[in-house]
């Protein structure tokens, strides 16, 4: 609604302290809901919003260094390939206050080695388009480096059983949530709405635990879950170790059908 696109002007705003002069990079697709999460707050504090064709790591350094670029924001791949390209230099990217990371978990090897080039500028945001965020803040990365944050002001968030009911901290549960831009339903479909929205909750279908502090840790996606012998198997543990290996920059591990286990990962 137009509503909830006028809460992403302010929301991100705040949230990645944007101000009139900032210069936003945006080098991906403007037809992804990711891309108003700074474009909005771009426009409605008027600053200036770079857009490139398309993803381009070496054109995208140049930008950030020829332009004084504040603020940027990519998905994992992107992040990867800024790191690996040939001009990447983090001295003449000094300009920069933000490096944000959406849409995927970023593996902590990745999250490490932008956090040692460029420290004290790393966000993280998980959400769902529908209407539901955390931002890990660059200031709390050092403490909390393997959470995806805590929900920004107005927004509320728990993580449930099976039965909806709370789980107390370190226990894995369903991530739902609520706050301002959350959808008031799907177009012309009642039936994933009901699904998706339950007394005012929206349901994500992620699983993760809050800390003591509220930070959110992702776990897995619930269908992505793999029971091997009556045990839990979350693809995202054996995804950190996989890539720590020199020879893999990218993993991705689901379950198969086995005789002996019922479900066994494979990478």
Same mark, same amino acid.
């Given at each position: ?162 039965? #909806?009911?709370? *789980?107390? !901290?370190?226990?894995?549960? /369903? +991530? $739902?949530?609520?706050? %301002? ?48 012998? #009556?045990?839990? *198997?979350? !693809?995202?543990?054996?995804? /950190? +170790? $996989?890539?720590?290996? %020199? ?21």
């Amino acid at each position: 609604t137009h509503a909830i696109r006028y809460a992403y002007c302010t929301i991100f705003a705040a949230s990645y302290r944007m101000t009139p002069e900032s210069v936003v990079l945006h080098t991906g697709s403007l037809v992804f809901n990711g891309a108003f999460l700074t474009m909005m707050p771009a426009m409605f504090l008027g600053a200036t919003f770079i857009l490139h064709k398309q993803f381009d790591a070496e054109h995208q350094i140049e930008t950030i260094a020829e332009e004084k670029v504040t603020h940027t924001k990519m998905v994992p791949s992107q992040i990867i390939a800024m790191l690996n390209a040939p001009n990447f230099d983090p001295a003449q990217m000094q300009s920069l206050e933000m490096v944000g990371s959406v849409g995927a978990p970023l593996h902590l090897e990745h999250k490490e080695a932008l956090n040692q080039a460029l420290p004290g500028r790393f966000y993280e945001l998980y959400g769902l388009t529908e209407g539901f965020v955390t931002i890990l803040d660059k200031l709390d990365y050092d403490a909390k480096k393997s959470s995806v944050g805590s929900p920004p002001p107005f927004f509320e968030m728990r993580i449930v059983d099976t039965a #909806g009911n709370d *789980v107390p !901290p370190h226990t894995v549960g /369903e +991530i $739902v949530g609520r706050g %301002p831009i959350t959808m008031p339903g799907y177009y012309k479909r009642p039936d994933l709405t009901a699904n998706a929205l339950r007394d005012g909750w929206l349901h994500s279908g992620d699983l993760g635990y809050v800390d003591e502090d509220g930070f959110l840790y992702l776990v897995d996606r619930q269908k992505d879950l793999i029971i091997s012998g #009556g045990v839990n *198997v979350y !693809p995202r543990d054996i995804e /950190e +170790i $996989v890539v720590q290996h %020199p020879a893999v920059q990218e993993a991705a591990v689901f379950g198969i059908p086995d005789e002996k286990w019922g479900e066994t990962p494979i990478a």
